[in-house]
């Protein structure tokens, strides 16, 4: 037996243990867990770029989750414990068996319709013979990302950033961030804020590399842009403040937008061919290295803005307790004298 | 895999699950993808040496690769976004179980139709 194949068999049982934990706190870290040997398997099938992008969405996304619901169900999970799923008698039917037959048969669809023959090699052979010509660099990935669909990667950069404001206008309080250095109140284990002391440098160093060398080996700007987010993160647990404008944070992620969208659209309509044979005629290469570092830097920059307002955003805003004006207004949303 | 999530999600009364099981449907999706590009044990698309473009079955394929990365970007904002939605709904009924939800919405409704 192949060692991909124990992989993959970890893999689902790693998701049959999510799907059957019924502990808030442990799917959590389960996910954590599962989405690390998902990327094991993406490195083993060739693609360190979709790896390393999933070890940072574990990371990121349990930190997101931990931090949302621990307001709500206490720091050890004691308060609310959500109680084992276990359908009340006669509903177990269309709770547990329709389901599942229902996926079953959509498993079975799957099966007897899934392509069988190779898929056509046609874009690859031509993306990677003509790459280090056309973009240059010598990341195919990269290339393809800044090079051939530089319209994808713009609309992708402008989710981000939709993503971004909705999170801090979105929530339930319309003020902005606290912005006044306030202390958190994170109890800290004191071997952690130790382990991080030693790490973050470490980790803002690696994503520098990741970015600057994007495009001649794995990784890019939104690998080392998360990376340099978690720097950030770290020294908010280590020094317990945020001292940092998150209205100056998000102005500098959208100007920062604005600059990738010139940028390309610059490179796209300058850059072609048949111009940098006239103009930059012994400077392609150097010029073609130039847009790909500029770009992968970009992109970084504002990854990193974007995670890193979201976090603070719900750090400062989504843990902080509740003031009297708000829970008395609660309770009239919920009709006066109810008490849930 | 796809399926198995899609029966958790279904099955699921915690919105946190949820969302923790649709980030699962994601992840089949892409694996799925990168399965169809490339087999175990490719070598990663990156090209520093034109004489490996020879053995052109060696090398993974890279165009699906890059759109899996836009997905997997795409995929974590919309978790953000979701997780400030459930915030919300967390605020509100104080409370992550749907059927819960579900009552507290419409008993609320009942009291006062026209807010």
């Known amino acids: 037996m192949q060692i991909m194949e124990v992989i993959l068999i970890i893999w689902i049982i790693a998701a049959l243990v999510i799907i059957f934990e019924s502990r808030v706190y442990r799917n959590i870290i389960y996910f954590g867990i599962f989405s690390l040997i998902t990327s094991v398997c993406f490195l083993m099938l060739g693609s360190p770029d979709v790896a390393m992008a999933e070890a940072a969405i574990a990371v990121f996304a349990t930190i997101f989750f931990i931090i949302c619901i621990e307001r709500y169900y206490g720091r050890k999970g004691h308060r609310a414990e959500i109680a084992p799923v276990s359908p009340r008698n006669g509903r177990w039917f269309t709770k547990i068996v329709l389901p599942l037959a229902f996926c079953a048969g959509l498993f079975a669809l799957f099966v007897n319709f899934m392509p069988t023959g190779d898929a056509s090699t046609y874009l690859k052979e031509l993306y990677l013979t003509y790459f280090s010509v056309d973009v240059g660099g010598e990341n195919a990935v990269a290339a393809i990302l800044l090079g051939y669909r530089v319209y994808d990667t713009l609309f992708e950069a402008l989710i981000l950033v939709v993503a971004v404001v909705a999170v801090a206008h979105m929530s339930w309080l319309d003020r902005m961030a606290v912005d006044d250095g306030r202390h958190s109140e994170i109890e800290n284990s004191s071997m952690a804020v130790f382990t991080m002391r030693i790490i973050s440098p470490i980790i803002l160093l690696f994503g520098t590399y990741l970015i600057l060398n994007g495009h001649i080996s794995a990784g890019g700007g939104f690998q080392g842009g998360v990376a340099i987010a978690t720097f950030f993160i770290c020294r908010y647990m280590i020094y317990d403040i945020y001292d940092i404008s998150v209205k100056k944070v998000i102005k500098l992620e959208e100007y920062v937008f604005v600059f990738i969208v010139v940028i390309a659209v610059f490179a796209v309509f300058v850059g072609s061919k048949a111009f940098l044979a006239y103009t930059f005629d012994y400077f392609t290469d150097a010029f073609h290295d130039a847009y790909l570092i500029i770009m992968n830097v970009l992109i970084g920059l504002k990854v990193a803005c974007g995670f890193f307002i979201i976090f603070y955003r719900y750090v400062a805003i989504e843990r902080r307790e509740d003031s009297p004006v708000e829970i008395s207004q609660r309770h009239q949303d919920l009709g006066g004298d109810s008490n849930i | ?115």
């Open chain 2, 1 to 115: 895999m796809f399926f198995i999530a899609l029966f958790g999600l279904i099955t699921a009364k915690n919105a946190i699950k949820t969302i923790v099981f649709t980030l699962v449907m994601q992840t089949a999706v892409i694996m799925f993808w990168l399965f169809l590009s490339g087999r175990t044990g490719t070598i990663p698309p990156i090209i520093y040496d034109p004489a490996l473009l020879y053995d052109m079955a060696a090398i993974a394929d890279p165009t699906p690769q890059a759109l899996m990365l836009t997905a997997i970007i795409i995929g974590i904002s919309v978790t953000a976004i979701k997780i400030t939605m459930l915030n919300y709904l967390f605020r509100r009924y104080n409370t992550a179980d749907w059927e819960l939800m579900h009552k507290l919405s419409a008993q609320e409704e009942a009291e006062n139709p026209y807010s």
